[in-house]
Nanobody, 122 residues
Framework: QVQLVESGGGLVQAGGSLRLSCAAS????????MGWYRQAPGKERELVAT???????NYADSVKGRFTVSRDNAKNTVYLQMSSLKPEDTAVYYC????????????????WGQGTQVTVSS
């Protein structure tokens, strides 16, 4: 079993900051890409940011320059530092990881956290 547990969501005023964390645990061989997605009410889930084990990052255009994704490979943990938050950033944020189980070769990106609510008030 592999579990992803997020923390750090909450309510913040526009212009404020929040830091999300997501720790992966369980029977893990290695983790390739880790990332964050979000889903606002009535909308599709969308990519926010991803980071590879080597530190290569990718961001949605809507968050570039405001959000920073980072990770601690030793702790199997990914972070999302969110600054200059806007009301349109309000959503449930989900952590995702591409995990290879021990004694296997294939990575699966079907691992998701339970989601953490981020609400930005205007």
């Amino acid at each position: 079993q592999v579990q992803l547990v997020e923390s750090g969501g909450g309510l913040v005023q526009a212009g404020g900051s929040l830091r999300l964390s997501c720790a992966a645990s369980g029977t893990i061989g290695s983790i390739n890409v880790m990332g964050w997605y979000r889903q606002a009410p009535g909308k599709e889930r969308e990519l926010v940011a991803t980071i590879t084990s080597g530190g290569i990052t990718n961001y949605a255009d809507s968050v570039k320059g405001r959000f920073t994704v980072s990770r601690d490979n030793a702790k199997n943990t990914v972070y999302l530092q969110m600054s200059s938050l806007k009301p349109e950033d309000t959503a449930v944020y989900y952590c995702n990881a591409a995990v290879r189980r021990p004694l296997t070769l294939r990575f699966s990106n079907d691992y998701w956290g339970q989601g953490t609510q981020v609400t930005v008030s205007s």
